[in-house]
């Protein structure tokens, strides 16, 4: 089993930046990469970004390409959203997943572990 813990979630205004931090414990060494996804009320779960623990290879989100970044700390076993010129739109809770797909994976039936989620709401 795995065990993921966001943070770092809150209320911001457009234009600001947030990092959200996804702290992951137990058997870590199964997995493969690690994903960002959000939801935002009365929508699907969404694809946001991912990172692979070993070479650090990324895919983002059109969305979202050029405002966040993901990053991993190995040592930690932590990964990291940072998201800059925030919108209103990216206004979700934003969960952390893992995968234990050997591959790149953006489809949340592809993970297999999951955060409880962090709140982002960005107002006008």
């Known amino acids: 089993q795995v065990q993921l813990v966001e943070s770092g979630g809150g209320l911001v205004q457009a234009g600001d930046s947030l990092r959200l931090s996804c702290a992951a414990s137990?058997?870590?060494?199964?997995?493969?990469?690690m994903g960002w996804f959000r939801q935002a009320p009365g929508k699907e779960r969404e694809f946001v970004a991912t990172?692979?623990?070993?070479?650090?290879?990324?895919l983002y989100a059109v969305s979202v390409k050029g405002r966040f970044t993901i990053s991993r700390d190995n040592a930690r076993n932590t990964v990291y959203l940072q998201m800059n010129n925030l919108k209103p739109d990216d206004t979700a809770v934003y969960y952390c997943a893992a995968s234990t797909t050997a591959v790149v994976v953006t489809s949340k039936m592809r993970y297999d572990y999951w955060g409880q989620g962090t709140e982002v709401t960005v107002s006008s």
């Open positions: 990172i692979t623990w070993s070479t650090g290879t990324t």
């Open positions: 137990g058997r870590t060494s199964s997995t493969y990469s």
